[in-house]
């Protein structure tokens, strides 16, 4: 049985036990195959019959046993009323989907709590893998079919040496200028915010960013707790802290993850791509 904190115990324990659940609703489908539909319109922003099965099953195990706690998930209409909660799970059910789509296997579920605006606890589960990361309070770890091992960053220091994990489906330009700006050429491409943040936190990479303003509070609050617990750090793109509970819930900034020795310099690289793009902007 799984050591979880005290603080967070039942919390971890059904949120682990949702992820696991919802991971084989979307093994069905994966194995099944299913119809893709697009939000708006936009075919860069996939949904799938399995995102919205597993959201349905992942809020309707939270509003049972936490019936007080406010909600954030993406396959569920948003509420104002959540924002007067000081708990407030975060809850991406499939991220990934474009890699589901493509059957790569690299998707995850995740699913946040966030207290007072920051994010306190998370659990993120690769179905493909049977790999369930979790982590809060200074304590996080991974568990798969071989057992189960806590996580740590690397103690990497030097930039030039920094393993960067970028986005399968949305490599962008910003890639590139902060690998030359760390000068390093260590690059590898994976899909899932929540896969790049747990290679940083089993110490497999060194630095994952973005600086998309898509990005949402459900795609950063489990990554970040357990990045955090595991000792690394997760902000937005330009160094300060993410928030949660926002009335408008998408990162402007972006999303940095680090090993932590490596977050000041990528921080300082990001804060001035992201300067120029506002100044042209």
Same mark, same amino acid.
């Given at each position: 049985?799984?050591?979880?904190?005290?603080?967070?115990?039942?919390?971890?324990?059904?949120?682990?036990?949702?992820?696991?659940?919802? #991971?084989?609703?979307?093994?069905?489908?994966?194995?099944? #195959? @299913?119809?893709?539909?697009?939000?708006? #319109?936009?075919?860069?922003?996939?949904?799938?019959?399995?995102?919205?099965?597993?959201?349905?099953?992942?809020?309707?195990?939270?509003?049972?046993?936490?019936?007080?706690?406010?909600?954030?998930?993406?396959?569920?209409?948003?509420?104002?009323?959540?924002?007067?909660?000081?708990?407030?799970?975060?809850?991406?059910?499939?991220?990934? %989907?474009?890699?589901?789509?493509?059957?790569?296997?690299?998707?995850?579920?995740?699913?946040?709590?966030?207290?007072?605006?920051?994010?306190?606890?998370?659990? @993120?589960? $690769?179905?493909?893998?049977?790999?369930?990361?979790?982590?809060?309070? !200074?304590?996080?770890?991974?568990?798969?079919?071989?057992?189960? $091992?806590?996580?740590?960053?690397?103690?990497?220091?030097?930039?030039?040496?920094?393993?960067?994990?970028?986005?399968?489906? $949305?490599?962008?330009?910003?890639?590139?200028?902060?690998?030359?700006?760390?000068? %390093?050429?260590?690059? %590898?491409?994976?899909?899932?915010?929540?896969?790049?943040?747990?290679? @940083?936190?089993? !110490?497999?990479?060194?630095?994952?960013?973005?600086?998309?303003?898509?990005?949402?509070?459900?795609?950063?609050?489990?990554?970040?707790?357990?990045?955090?617990?595991?000792?690394?750090?997760?902000?937005?793109?330009?160094?300060?802290?993410?928030?949660?509970?926002?009335?408008?819930?998408?990162?402007?900034?972006?999303?940095?993850?680090?090993?932590?020795?490596? $977050?000041?310099?990528?921080?300082?690289?990001?804060?001035?791509?992201?300067?120029?793009?506002?100044?042209? !902007?």
């Amino acid at each position: 049985m799984s050591e979880f904190p005290r603080a967070f115990a039942d919390e971890l324990a059904l949120a682990c036990d949702l992820a696991r659940q919802a #991971g084989a609703v979307i093994m069905k489908h994966y194995d099944a #195959g @299913v119809a893709v539909d697009f939000k708006d #319109g936009d075919t860069s922003n996939p949904v799938t019959d399995a995102d919205r099965d597993a959201n349905a099953l992942i809020v309707d195990g939270l509003r049972r046993v936490f019936p007080d706690d406010a909600i954030l998930a993406e396959e569920s209409a948003d509420t104002g009323p959540r924002r007067s909660n000081r708990r407030l799970w975060c809850v991406d059910p499939l991220d990934g %989907t474009q890699e589901f789509i493509k059957r790569n296997g690299e998707f995850v579920v995740m699913i946040g709590l966030a207290v007072d605006g920051e994010a306190r606890a998370g659990v @993120v589960f $690769h179905p493909t893998e049977n790999a369930l990361f979790w982590g809060a309070e !200074g304590v996080a770890q991974m568990e798969d079919p071989s057992g189960r $091992h806590p996580l740590a960053p690397s103690t990497v220091s030097d930039a030039t040496e920094a393993r960067l994990t970028i986005s399968r489906s $949305h490599r962008g330009a910003t890639v590139d200028r902060v690998a030359r700006a760390l000068g %390093t050429e260590h690059e %590898t491409p994976c899909g899932s915010v929540g896969l790049k943040a747990s290679r @940083v936190a089993r !110490g497999l990479a060194e630095v994952y960013v973005s600086t998309s303003d898509r990005t949402q509070e459900w795609d950063a609050c489990a990554p970040e707790a357990i990045l955090r617990a595991a000792g690394g750090l997760f902000t937005d793109g330009a160094g300060d802290p993410l928030r949660y509970n926002k009335k408008v819930t998408n990162t402007p900034r972006g999303m940095l993850a680090t090993n932590g020795l490596l $977050h000041a310099r990528c921080a300082d690289v990001v804060r001035e791509i992201l300067g120029e793009r506002n100044a042209l !902007g």
